[in-house]
């Protein structure tokens, strides 16, 4: 079996990383405008500004790669590779500004028609995003984020304008990127948890709290729009024993539930898996959980399951005492001397996402979407001007091989949207030259350039790959 007809090829962006007008038309400031420029190493845990100053500071979110502005010319270029599907987030900020108004904000809801009648024209299905680590500063703020049950009606009201405005342009929604984020305690860009510190009763509340968020989202999504199709969205680190010590596979199978599949487990079946319930037990943690929040996580639960995979890593019983740390996407353990790493250290293991397909496909069996994969890596210009990307070509081809075999393992794979299909801000380090990219963008980590754009080798690669559903997989 291969790739079905009707597969959704695609990429994937999100508003803080690539939109910029981070000010423009009302909208106002995100928890990611406040994040300034960071540097290779500064993974997820860069300078966070309650005040933002412009004069002194490099934000990269405020200009971004200006999609703002440059949409209609981005979207031809998505076009020209074939895309069925653009991953797109919408700025919460730019609908309710500060998250709390009574109506939204006009120009806001204008800019996303204009960008879905953009994609319409060429025939390409908007996948949107609700929240992409876009929550308004002003919730965090005043109201510490999610921990306010008052945000959950924020969020409703938020992605219930959405729907009603968008309900005949848009079939595929995701209520929040990356929710098991928040079982970390710097889930911040999620939960809004930024004005003190926070314990982790208060941190698993605000998780809980999101769920809720999440699952109001779907019951009135169907309300509106019975054909909308409403997944969630998890980063998924796929996790090996370091050896087969049964210490080692232990701690494996744990960590791997606490961030694997505790968040989809709520999503999906609608209810907390035990061995979180014990967790909460012994650690003290006592949740507010009514039974109509239980009801609720009951009747709200997703219509798929997307994730994003970049990496795996290998967990070890001692794993806070090894000196021999992978670096990763929110979470590194220890290294694996089978896989190479990028330039970030992230481990790259395309065999293991066959592996991660057929595990979240033998434990939910919904359909399953690919929404963020791809290698962040530095490109160079040439003289004339094309950039050969060929270890970008390569990192593709190794997972796209794979994906195939998922499908024909049985897995139900509906789509795939590699990351930052145009060069974009980097979420963990803030870094322009982090790039993912299908298209080049001319800008520089100091936000220097003339945000031109131009097609890298990878480009042409891909349009192969979608024109031939995904069979041409050979070098250009
Ligand atoms: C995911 C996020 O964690 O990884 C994206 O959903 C992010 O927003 C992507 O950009 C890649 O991470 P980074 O740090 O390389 O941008």
Request: charged letters at 25%; aromatic letters at 16%.
């Amino acid at each position: 079996m291969s790739f079905p007809k009707n597969f959704l090829w695609g990429g994937a962006t999100a508003a803080n990383q690539c939109e910029g007008a981070w000010d423009v038309d009302g909208k106002g400031d995100s928890i990611s405008d406040h994040n300034r420029a960071g540097s290779r190493t500064a993974n997820t845990h860069r300078a966070f500004d309650l005040v933002i100053d412009t004069d002194k500071y490099y934000y990269p979110s405020h200009t971004g790669i200006d999609f703002y502005h440059h949409y209609k010319e981005d979207i031809a270029l998505f076009a020209e590779m074939g895309f069925k599907v653009y991953r797109l987030s919408i700025a919460w900020t730019r609908i309710f500004p500060n998250g709390d108004e009574e109506t939204p904000n006009e120009a806001g809801l204008q800019f996303y028609d204009d960008v879905f009648d953009e994609l319409a024209k060429y025939g390409i299905e908007p996948l949107v995003t609700i929240s992409h680590f876009e929550l308004p500063f002003h919730l965090g703020k005043n109201y510490d984020g999610f921990l306010d049950k008052r945000s959950i009606g924020f969020y409703e009201k938020y992605a219930t304008t959405l729907f009603e405005r968008y309900k005949d342009k848009v079939k595929y929604w995701l209520t929040f990127n990356e929710i098991n984020f928040g079982t970390m305690d710097h889930g911040k860009r999620i939960n809004g948890l930024f004005n003190r510190e926070y314990s982790e009763t208060e941190q698993f509340q605000a998780l809980h709290n999101i769920f809720l968020a999440s699952a109001r989202a779907v019951v009135a999504g169907h309300k509106i729009n019975p054909e909308f199709k409403i997944g969630c969205m998890l980063a998924y680190i796929t996790m090996y024993p370091k050896t087969c010590r049964p210490e080692d596979v232990l701690k494996t199978q744990q960590a791997n539930a606490k961030f694997n599949y505790f968040c989809g487990d709520v999503q999906v079946k609608g209810k907390y898996p035990y061995f979180m319930k014990r967790y909460f037990e012994k650690n003290d943690i006592q949740l507010e959980v009514t039974q109509e929040d239980r009801e609720l996580l009951q009747e709200g639960v997703v219509d798929y399951y997307t994730f994003s995979y970049y990496m795996s890593t290998c967990i070890a019983e001692d794993l806070d005492k090894r000196e021999d740390k992978s670096g990763g996407n929110l979470f590194g353990g220890v290294s694996n001397e089978y896989l190479e790493t990028s330039d970030w250290g992230w481990q790259i293991d395309a065999v293991g996402l066959r592996y991660t397909l057929n595990q979240i496909y033998s434990r939910y069996e919904v359909p399953l979407m690919v929404v963020e994969n791809g290698l962040g890596a530095f490109d160079e210009v040439q003289e004339d001007g094309s950039i050969n990307d060929d270890y970008r070509i390569d990192y593709f081809k190794r997972h796209i091989i794979e994906m195939e075999k998922a499908i024909d393992d049985g897995v139900d794979l509906i789509g795939y949207t590699p990351w930052g299909c145009i060069d974009l801000i980097s979420a963990g380090t803030g870094e322009m030259s982090k790039r993912y990219g299908f298209i080049y963008v001319d800008r520089d980590d100091e936000g220097n350039g003339t945000l031109a754009r131009s097609k890298k080798k990878s480009f042409y690669w891909y349009k192969q790959v979608i024109e031939s559903n995904g069979k041409n997989l050979s070098d250009l």
